[in-house]
Every structure is written in C-alpha cells, then in structure tokens.
C-alpha cells in the first residue's frame, strides 16, 4: 500500500468505521451507505488540507468517493492538473 | 421549454426507477381524524377498514383532543381563517407573540420564533446565524432538514459519528481555529429513538467554547418529569443556546415550528431567515390551538406519564415475545428486522391484521438496519397495545423470527 492509499484509509476507517473494523481498497463507501453525502465534507477538506489540493464541486461525485482505490484516483489526477 | 415526450419520458423512467429500487411511496387514506384508532382506505378504492395506529408522532394524543379543538375553533372564530401575510408585513396577530412568549416559558429560553415548520426553521437557522468563519459540527444523525440548512449557510460544515463524544471532542480541538463553533444535534433521534448525550455535549461546549443547538421534534411536551424536552431530561435545562421544534408532532401535531433560545440568535432569524421572511405566517387556528395544548401540558404531567407508561409496557411486551428492539427509553421503538423485505413484509402482514405501521429501509436508515418503527402515543389504552402485540407475534410467528438476534436474522433473510 502506498502513502496516500494508507493515509486515506486510515482516515476513513477512524472517521466512519466503528472501532476496530478496516477498510479495503474497493469496499464501496458511498453506495453502502458508510458514508452519506453529508458526511463526505469532511473527507474532501481532508484531503484537500493534506494534499495541499482543491477539488472542485463537480469533481466530488459520490462515484469519484466511493471508494479508496477512486479518492486515490481522483487525488492524483487532481495532483497532475 | 415545453414539457415534451422526451421530459415526459424521462420522469417516468425516473419514477419507473424509484418502484424498481422499492423505494416508492404510497399514501394511505385515512378517513377519520388522527387517533389510536383511525378509519384506512388502502389500497386507494379498498373498503375502508379500521385500525390501530402505532405510527404516529402524536406522542401525547393531542391530536384531536377535544379541548385542543374548541379552542381553535374559538381562535377561527376571533382571529379569523388566514392572514394572507408573512409575519413582518402584517401577519403578526397579538396570539402570534403570545404563543411565542409561552414556548419560551415552556423550553427555558430567552426568546422564541415561530417559523411556518421546524423543517423550516432548520433550513433557516444556520445562514441566519452563521458565517464562513464558524463552523457548525453535527451528529450524523441529525434530521435532513438539518442537513439542508447547513448546507444553505456559509459555515463550514463539518459532522461527528453517531452519539461519540470523543470524536466530538476531537472535532472541536480541530475547529479551535473557527470564529465560532456550533453542536448540532437532535434531542430524541427520530429513527433509533435513543437519546442525545446532552449533559455531556454541554459540557464538551463550555470546555472548547462552542454553542448548543437542538432540534428537540422528538422531545418537546414528553420527555423530562415535567415534559419540557430533552435538555430537562438531561439536567441542562436553560443551558442550550438554540432549540428548534416542531408544532406538528406531540403539541397538537398541525402544523409550525419555532426557534427558541438566546434573544439574539432568535433575533437575527428574524431579521434574516429566509423561510421566516418569505413564507407565510403561522394559521390563527393552529396558533389558537397551540396555546391550549401548551395550557394543558403545563397544568398536569398526566399525559407524559401516560406515554411513558405505555412506552416501558410496549418494550416489555416485544421484548418478551422475542422481538429484537433498539433499547432506550423513548417512544419511538423501532423493532429490528434488519432486512428490507422482511420489514415491508412485515408491515404489509400488520396491517391485514389492523396494524397500522410501516416499515423503514435503505435510504431513510443505513443498508441493512430495515425496522418497523414503532411510536406510542398517550391516546393509547393498555388493550390497543395488547392487541397489537397479538398481532406481532402472529406475523413473528409467520416468518420465524421470534426470539432471534441480530446474527440470526441477518442469517436467515441477508442484509
Ligand atoms: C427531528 C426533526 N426535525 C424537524 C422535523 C420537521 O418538522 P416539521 O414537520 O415541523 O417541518 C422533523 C419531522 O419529521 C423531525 O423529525
């Protein structure tokens, strides 16, 4: 696993997961209902502080949130911009 | 653009799609006032048949009480039917300040005003109150008209698991940077029926110095010793800044909410929320009524204690048949079936049995943690409640789930 994976999983386990349950790369978030689009805001301002990116409104799609291996995917194309 | 084939048939692929997922709602008819016992025409064209409810938010039985209704017949009578006004035009009658005035006696607070629903109420609060330099956290559990209205603001938005005060607290070390920061959360959440932990949320906000709002629908005229809400329950009454409720649910349930709490956050909904300004004022009826439902709740505790007897006996009796309900001391009792099926079924099978309840499931609560939710109601007599349990149990029975866990019945019928 590479840094941003793990930084970003980390951070959605401790942030939506109840204590002691982990999350894999392709575990749907969104379409599970782990995480609401309510919820998410904090995970975009996340990722936006650590990265030092902005993703913008239309980017933030439940789709480009729904899972680890996609927040990674949509943190480095941003990155790449 | 007209509303051409292509629209047309768009909306009802959509609509199409909404049945697919088993997420349409229908309405059902009923065709007597709102009570323990009302009079059901479903499906629309069946014979009309009689049931008991177990649905309703009409926690004190208020709904059509007979004192509730000669005073708003007397008030449609004196106030006359619409004021054909926002308030701040000229649809502020004398009554209108009066009712305001009461809640605020009634919830311990400074001031008080009153909003055409508490949907509206939330969905103007948080703009009003709020800019880009606070920050509003809330339980993830909060109400959707909640989330909208924090949506509407400025303010940084940002959320805390379910009841967890320690990743509140990390929350409001985060936010230490923020002009101002904002608790959000409901008082009786309205789908687990548990409670906030109140004492110890007002307590995480004098330490890190944030402000206390409460939507308090679930709450306000039943629980507390003497029915005030939640913040009496949790022995923090007086100590909340902002409390939103509703008129529309145990206070007579027709319709109105209000914001009630320091003078000057009331005082810029006034001046700045939108649904106050540009919505019509509350009805003189409903304000009439209103008035004598908070007469009657604050005379005698009689009904509350009523509701809170009903509510242990209803949690005894499916306990003790085997039902796996969520613990708490609320009326809302939701019966846990975990299956979106299952609870559809289950409800349709209630109801054949003059049941009235209806089953939750995926969106309205996470992916399999479908329930029946259940609410008791003052209006409810012991024999109401025995039958409905002679009911349950039928249709437990039916599917052979009396007596299973969560585990058992996540085997049996899946998620
Ligand atoms: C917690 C909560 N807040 C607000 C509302 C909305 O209240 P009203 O019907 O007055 O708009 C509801 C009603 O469903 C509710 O459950």
Known sequence: MDDLTKLVSNYIAKEYLVEGSEVTETMTLISSGIVDSFSMVPLKRFLEKKCNIKIADACATAEAFDTVQNIVALVRRVQNE | ?415
């Open chain 2, 1 to 415: 653009m007209a509303f051409n084939e292509a629209g047309r048939s768009w909306y009802q692929a959509e609509i199409q799609a909404i049945r697919a997922a088993g997420l349409f709602k229908d309405e059902r008819l009923i065709c007597s006032p709102q009570s323990a016992e009302i009079e059901v025409e479903f499906p629309a064209g069946a014979a009309v048949r009689k049931c008991i409810n177990i649905c309703a938010n009409n926690y004190l039985g208020l709904s059509s009480h007979p004192a509730v209704i000669r005073a708003a017949h007397a008030g449609l009578d004196a106030r006359g039917y619409g004021m054909s006004s926002v308030r701040f035009i000229c649809g502020t009658q004398d009554i209108h300040r009066q009712l305001e005035k009461r809640l605020s006696e009634f919830l311990g607070t400074e001031d008080t005003v009153l909003f055409p629903s508490c949907m509206d109420a939330n969905a103007g609060f948080f703009e009003a109150c709020l800019t880009e330099r606070d920050v509003a956290i809330a339980d993830r559990l909060v109400h959707a008209s909640i989330v909208d209205g924090m949506r509407l603001s400025k303010a940084i938005q940002d959320s805390y698991k379910h009841s967890d005060m320690g990743h509140l607290e990390e929350k409001l070390q985060e936010h230490q940077d923020k002009r101002f920061r904002m608790i959000v959360t409901d008082g009786v959440f309205s789908m687990d029926g548990d409670l906030a932990r109140l004492d110890e949320i007002v307590s995480l906000a004098e330490k890190y110095d944030a402000m206390v709002f409460l939507d308090d629908s679930h709450a306000t005229g039943f629980i507390g010793k003497t029915g005030r809400g939640t913040h009496e329950r949790c022995g923090v009454y007086g100590r909340i800044d902002a409390i939103t409720t509703t008129l529309g649910k145990a206070l007579g349930g027709a319709s109105g909410g209000c914001v009630s709490g320091r003078r000057e956050l009331v005082e810029m909904c006034r001046q700045r929320a939108r649904p106050f300004l540009f919505s019509n004022t509350v009805a003189p009826v409903i304000v009439a009524g209103a008035l004598q439902v908070l007469d009657l709740i604050s005379a005698s505790t009689e009904r509350r204690d009523k509701l809170e007897w009903n509510a242990a006996y209803w949690r005894g009796l499916l306990t003790e048949a085997g039902f796996d309900i969520k613990a708490g001391e609320s009326p809302i009792v939701p019966v846990m079936l975990y299956n979106a099926k299952l609870a559809q079924d289950f409800a349709r099978d209630l109801f054949t049995e003059g049941i009235y309840a209806v089953g939750f499931f995926f969106p309205v609560v996470p992916k399999g943690q479908a329930r029946i939710r259940t609410q008791l109601s003052a209006a409810h007599e012991k024999h109401h409640l025995d039958t409905a349990m002679a009911a349950f149990r039928k249709v437990g029975t039916k599917y052979g789930i009396l007596g299973l866990g969560r585990k058992e019945l996540i085997e049996k019928f899946g998620m």
